[in-house]
Nanobody, 124 residues
């Protein structure tokens, strides 16, 4: 059974940093593309970044380029998102997701597995 569990969200001041973690179980990262998405109230869900089964990282959201870094630890079956220089507009519920296929800019295809999300609030 595929399961994803995010952690690491919270309240941070503008300019601060957070590191999100996603614990994956029921599958191995070597077989799936896995990535981070976010959704703010009243907005559509947005792909942020993803890593393919072949360990190729893709940044899907231009607004986070140079500030957010995705990484994975296949030995621990963990996915991470290091978020630096956070802005109020980064406030959202952040989700980890996995699938077996995807196309450009982290559009996952077929059966997509989602975590429950972790809230990030950037505010002074």
């Amino acid at each position: 059974q595929v399961q994803l569990a995010e952690s690491g969200g919270g309240l941070v001041q503008p300019g601060g940093s957070l590191r999100l973690s996603c614990a994956a179980s029921g599958f191995t990262l070597d077989d799936y593309v896995i990535g981070w998405f976010r959704q703010a109230p009243g907005k559509e869900r947005e792909g942020i970044s993803c890593i393919s089964a072949g360990d190729q990282a893709t940044v899907a959201a231009d607004s986070v380029r140079g500030r957010f870094t995705i990484s994975r630890d296949t030995a621990k079956n963990m996915l991470y998102l290091q978020m630096d220089s956070l802005k109020p507009e980064d406030s959202a519920n952040y989700y980890c997701a996995a699938a077996q296929t995807y196309i450009s800019r982290c559009v996952f295809l077929g059966r997509v597995y989602w975590g429950q999300g972790t809230q990030v609030t950037v505010s002074s």
